[in-house]
């Protein structure tokens, strides 16, 4: 605007279309101001045992206004490192958290409009640029399966042909076994039936050494032994 003395009307709050005096406006410049709203997440907090089983979320609900052109869901660690960018709530659900270790990871929905910088695996969703907004986050707790000896037993040490293992404490009626060298490299997995609490494992085929045995059912109860073969 360019204008002579006199002029009246130019305040906030009045309109510039009401203005009286000697004056001109140039062409206007639209500005389009876009809020975006990621909404709310409800569902969790879940926790799940690091123990070879898939772990999946089900149940999150998202809710609220939600606005923005874009939508996809984010997962982080707790600092906020991007771990994946699953589109819709269906990619959430076939996230399998066992794969990624003990720790925690954080789902986020995210609204966002054209243009959105630093929405990519590795980089951190502190550091997001643009018109965007991140829900609040859903907890996702991966605990590693507690190792314990319990009563179990395993003979004859060393063993030649096969390995009975007394599984006194445990209840399902298979059980996950996995062997492996000192050097921590898997040199025998199976699923065997527990029989009168025990299990018997066919070890003809494996060479002669020290090995680590990990026994594991479904709920979580795992014992580990270090077994001789000959």
């Not at 305040?11 to 206007?28: I, R, Y």
């Amino acid at each position: 605007m360019r204008y002579e003395d006199g002029l009246e009307g130019a305040e906030m709050g009045m309109n510039a279309h009401d203005l009286k005096g000697n004056f001109d406006l140039s062409n206007s410049i639209m500005v389009v101001r876009t809020e975006t709203d990621a909404g709310t997440l409800t569902g969790g907090p879940f926790e799940f045992y690091v123990d070879g089983t898939p772990d999946m979320v089900s149940g999150i609900t998202v809710t609220g206004k939600r606005s923005g052109k874009n939508s996809t869901f984010v997962i982080t660690d707790e600092a906020g490192k991007i771990l994946g960018i699953p589109p819709s709530m269906a990619a959430v659900e076939g996230v399998d958290f066992d794969g990624a270790g003990a720790g925690t990871c954080l789902i986020w929905h995210l609204r966002y409009e054209d243009g959105l910088q630093g929405a990519e695996m590795g980089l951190n969703a502190n550091d997001l640029v643009g018109c965007y907004d991140l829900s609040n986050p859903i907890e996702v707790v991966r605990k590693e399966v507690p190792v314990t000896e319990m009563t179990s037993k395993a003979y004859p040490i060393p063993a030649t042909d096969v390995l009975t293992v007394s599984l006194p404490e445990f209840t399902a009626p298979n059980v996950a076994v996995s062997l492996f060298d000192v050097a921590g490299n898997p040199v025998k997995s199976e699923m065997s039936s527990v029989e009168d609490k025990q299990i018997a494992l066919n070890v003809q085929s494996v060479p002669g050494g020290l090995y680590l045995l990990r026994i594991s059912q479904p709920n979580g109860k795992t014992i580990t032994k270090k077994i001789v073969i000959k």
